[in-house]
């Protein structure tokens, strides 16, 4: 049986030009994709297995009017950060750019429902039900990785992640930060792919 030679393994930046685009959302579906499968794992493994009480939607209203506000709230503050930060303080390589630059407004849509639901479910529905909002939304903030370079992006992915723990505490529904996570995400992609159509 041949030796698996550890010492050949090395970690290296990944330059985002050197990705093309099939790679890019090949990268972004596995990734989600394994996000959901791990989730539901721990959801598995938890004492609290019932996920649909988590995905409860006894009031739509508040639902909507808790996931909405939350979102508007996140844009507003991101967009004062783009008039008022220096660029490169925003800086995430270029990834957002390139993943919603030429996207049809369908495909962000997807991108975006996609990333809200598997996210959620496991910080959400499954890491902050075993550590709480304020670890889980450390997590959250490093495995956003390539905002770690800048204490702003990192404070914001925290703070975000903070609010959509405490909202989903508040509406005791998971739907209320998939659907702010899908809200912030879905307008950030229609802001990167139509400003660059008016350039």
């Not at 996920?51 to 506000?69: M, N, Q, S």
């Not at 939350?70 to 303080?89: K, M, N, S």
């Not at 959250?140 to 723990?165: C, D, E, K, N, Q």
Request: hydrophobic share 55%; proline share 3%.
């Amino acid at each position: 049986m041949k030796k698996w030679d550890w010492k050949q393994i090395r970690l290296r930046k990944v330059d985002i030009s050197a990705i093309d685009d099939r790679m890019l959302l090949i990268n972004l579906y596995v990734t989600q994709a394994l996000t959901l499968i791990i989730g539901m794992i721990v959801l598995f493994f938890q004492h609290n297995r019932d996920i649909f009480a988590r995905l409860r939607f006894d009031d739509p209203k508040e639902i909507v009017l808790w996931g909405a506000c939350f979102a508007a709230v996140v844009l507003i503050a991101d967009l004062l950060i783009a008039r008022f930060v220096p660029e490169e303080v925003g800086d995430d390589g270029g990834v957002n750019d390139m993943l919603f630059r030429n996207r049809p407004l369908w495909h962000i849509a997807v991108i975006s429902l996609v990333v809200a639901i598997c996210e959620e479910l496991l910080f959400r529905g499954a890491v902050q039900h075993a550590f709480g909002p304020y670890w889980t939304s450390i997590l959250f903030a490093a495995i956003h990785i390539r905002y770690l370079r800048h204490w702003l992006m990192t404070g914001l992915v925290f703070s975000i992640s903070y609010g959509l723990g405490w909202i989903y505490i508040r509406t005791g529904s998971l739907w209320t930060p998939i659907l702010a996570h899908f809200m912030i995400d879905f307008v950030m992609g229609c802001i990167i792919r139509y400003r660059r159509d008016n350039k």
